[in-house]
């Protein structure tokens, strides 16, 4: 059982930041290539060199979060393996914990129980997640459309 800590959270500082910002745009201008690879250098404080050959997968990720630290959020990376706590599931769905233990105990989330504590594998919360979101987005577009044939100031 992975499970992982969502609670040690540090923001960039403003030096950060700015260093984020700049090295996000130099990424993103490096990373329009399509090679399934990259060799990048890394130099450390005694001038050695080293060339370091990475996934561009990796490094379309590492731009990702430099764009959010860019913009002063933290962030966290977790493995899709990892287990949360009904807490950290509560978090990243943005709902208060009971409701979300509400939703395991009606069987909406596969989740395991060890002894009386419950974890929610976060690839499952992602997809419950994404087809929460999806109901969503379709009530909004069908009220929109609802709106508009009834006239309602959308024209």
């Known amino acids: 059982m992975t499970t992982t800590d969502l609670t040690r959270t540090v923001l960039p500082d403003e030096k950060e930041i ?18 399934e690879t990259q060799r990048i250098e890394l130099v450390d404080e005694t001038q050695q060199r080293e060339v370091v050959e990475l996934p561009t997968f990796a490094l379309r ?13 933290a ?12 807490q950290e599931g ?9 409701h979300l233990v509400k939703l395991l105990d009606e069987g909406a ?4 129980k060890t002894g009386r504590h419950r974890r929610i594998k976060l690839a499952d919360l992602m997809a ?3 087809q929460r979101d999806h109901a969503s987005r379709a009530a909004m577009d ?3 459309a609802q709106a508009q044939e009834l006239g309602m100031g959308y024209e």
């Open 75 to 86: 962030v966290k990376v977790v493995p899709i393996h990892a287990e949360l706590t009904t």
């Open 90 to 98: 509560a978090d990243i769905l943005n709902v208060s914990r009971p």
């Open 18 to 35: 700015a260093a984020a910002m700049e090295s996000s745009r130099q990424l993103a201008a490096f990373l329009s290539t399509k090679f």
């Open 128 to 130: 419950y997640k994404e």
């Open 142 to 144: 069908e009220l929109a």
């Open 61 to 73: 990720l590492l731009g990702e979060i430099l764009g959010e630290l860019a913009l002063g959020n």
């Open 109 to 112: 989330l596969p989740h395991t």
